[in-house]
């Protein structure tokens, strides 16, 4: 059976961005393919952060990860979105007439006007900490980098090794679950948002997290994969033992942009350059959207993605509609089909 589609617009990646990119394109009359190399939509917010509280989308003053994904997808349902998960767009190539034609690795054709990479990390991967017998204890979960589910760690001994957002948020949460929870970092510093950070230190006054600076990640040691202690050492050399049964090291997502690359989009530091009026790369008629996409002062928030995904469908609709007047209008009901 042939598996070849024709759409108006491709979006690459599902994450949060690509989500609300078909809502845009929708509301301007536009349907979307969306293919996504994970197996569930949302990007980061599913796959690593999923019960992760949010504070700063608009409307809503906390909405778990997971959460703002259903309502992303929610929100995109009434245009009919066609998703292709589980399959990464290997390549993206223009055609004569006009348009593009991405081919994904589950053999997959899609044929499109136009192209919005929301491919935010591209094919991320957790850094990982230089440690003895590490893929042992990965194997058994003793170390994660990510946590789908805060109850797995409900009763557990928790080191968190870092000192950024992630590093910070989930010491705070799971202080809620844990037995313990012990916070490493090489400095007493943390580069996290202010907010959380006081927390946290409030929460080291009440003995609820203990606070394990400066000192760096050693060696682990334990049976068969069963974590017994992470051993951390000081600057000086000296070291304490901290007995435990996960480690949690969150030093940042690898991020490599994959087949990305080879599309002869504009670069920089591992990003594509848009034009931040209309989202547009240096190829025209492909538009990058999200964490992927940079400029001058890019903020990475999601909040930034949206409204960057707002003015690709603005710029697209000329492509797909040509000679039709777009008349900018606010949404309402007419726009969103079923709405009431
Ligand atoms: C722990 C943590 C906490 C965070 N907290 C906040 C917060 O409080 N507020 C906030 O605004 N931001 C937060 N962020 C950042 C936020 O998650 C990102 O800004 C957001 O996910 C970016 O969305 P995106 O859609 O651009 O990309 P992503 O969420 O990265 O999604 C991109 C998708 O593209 C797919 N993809 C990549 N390449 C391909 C390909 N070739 N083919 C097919 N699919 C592909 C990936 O599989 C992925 O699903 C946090 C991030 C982390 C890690």
């Given at each position: 059976m042939?598996?070849?589609?024709?759409t108006d617009v491709?979006?690459?990646?599902?994450g949060?961005v690509?989500?609300?990119?078909i809502?845009?394109?929708g509301?301007l009359?536009m349907?979307c393919?969306v293919?996504?190399?994970?197996?569930?939509?949302g990007?980061?917010?599913?796959?690593?952060?999923?019960?992760?509280?949010i504070?700063?989308?608009?409307?809503?003053?906390r909405i778990?990860?997971g959460?703002l994904?259903?309502?992303?997808?929610a929100q995109?349902?009434?245009?009919?979105p066609?998703y292709?998960l589980g399959?990464?767009v290997v390549?993206l190539?223009?055609?004569?007439?006009g348009g593009f034609?991405a081919a994904t690795?589950a053999?997959?054709?899609i044929a499109?006007r136009a192209v919005i990479?929301a491919?935010?990390a591209g094919a991320?991967g957790?850094?990982?900490?230089p440690l003895n017998?590490?893929?042992?204890?990965e194997a058994?979960g003793a170390?994660?980098?990510?946590v789908?589910?805060r109850a797995?760690f409900?009763g557990?001994r928790?080191?968190?090794a870092g000192g950024?957002?992630?590093?910070?948020?989930w010491?705070?949460?799971l202080?809620?679950?844990a037995?313990h929870v012990?916070i490493?970092h090489r400095?007493d510093k943390?580069?996290?948002?202010p907010?959380?950070?006081?927390r946290?230190?409030g929460?080291?006054?009440?003995?609820?997290?203990?606070?394990?600076?400066p000192?760096?990640?050693?060696r682990?040691?334990g049976?068969?994969?069963?974590?017994?202690?992470?051993?951390v050492k000081?600057?000086?050399?000296?070291?304490?033992?901290?007995?435990?049964?996960?480690?949690?090291?969150?030093?940042g997502?690898a991020?490599?942009?994959g087949?990305?690359?080879?599309w002869g989009?504009?670069?920089?530091?591992?990003?594509?350059?848009i034009?931040q009026?209309?989202?547009?790369t240096n190829?025209?008629?492909i538009f990058?959207?999200g964490?992927?996409?940079?400029y001058?002062h890019?903020?990475k928030?999601i909040?930034?993605?949206?409204?960057?995904?707002?003015?690709a469908?603005?710029?697209?609709?000329?492509?797909?509609h040509?000679?039709?007047?777009?008349?900018?209008?606010?949404?309402t009901?007419?726009?969103?089909?079923?709405a009431?």
């Amino acid at each position: 059976m042939s598996d070849t589609h024709t759409t108006d617009v491709l979006i690459v990646g599902a994450g949060p961005v690509g989500l609300f990119a078909i809502f845009q394109c929708g509301m301007l009359g536009m349907r979307c393919h969306v293919v996504d190399a994970l197996d569930a939509a949302g990007g980061q917010c599913t796959a690593l952060y999923p019960e992760k509280p949010i504070y700063d989308i608009p409307g809503y003053p906390r909405i778990e990860a997971g959460a703002l994904v259903d309502e992303l997808v929610a929100q995109a349902a009434p245009f009919e979105p066609v998703y292709h998960l589980g399959q990464q767009v290997v390549a993206l190539e223009k055609q004569a007439g006009g348009g593009f034609l991405a081919a994904t690795n589950a053999g997959a054709r899609i044929a499109a006007r136009a192209v919005i990479v929301a491919a935010g990390a591209g094919a991320f991967g957790p850094n990982r900490p230089p440690l003895n017998d590490l893929e042992t204890f990965e194997a058994t979960g003793a170390v994660r980098y990510f946590v789908t589910r805060r109850a797995d760690f409900a009763g557990k001994r928790v080191v968190v090794a870092g000192g950024g957002d992630s590093a910070v948020d989930w010491a705070v949460s799971l202080a809620e679950v844990a037995a313990h929870v012990a916070i490493v970092h090489r400095r007493d510093k943390f580069r996290a948002a202010p907010e959380m950070v006081s927390r946290l230190r409030g929460l080291a006054e009440a003995g609820k997290v203990e606070m394990v600076v400066p000192f760096q990640l050693s060696r682990l040691e334990g049976e068969n994969g069963t974590l017994d202690t992470v051993i951390v050492k000081d600057l000086a050399g000296e070291e304490r033992r901290l007995v435990a049964d996960v480690l949690l090291p969150f030093y940042g997502l690898a991020m490599t942009l994959g087949p990305i690359a080879d599309w002869g989009l504009g670069l920089e530091r591992n990003h594509v350059l848009i034009d931040q009026a209309t989202a547009e790369t240096n190829v025209p008629g492909i538009f990058a959207v999200g964490d992927i996409a940079t400029y001058p002062h890019k903020l990475k928030l999601i909040l930034t993605g949206f409204a960057e995904a707002a003015s690709a469908a603005h710029a697209i609709h000329p492509l797909v509609h040509p000679g039709e007047a777009l008349h900018f209008e606010y949404s309402t009901t007419k726009g969103v089909p079923g709405a009431a």
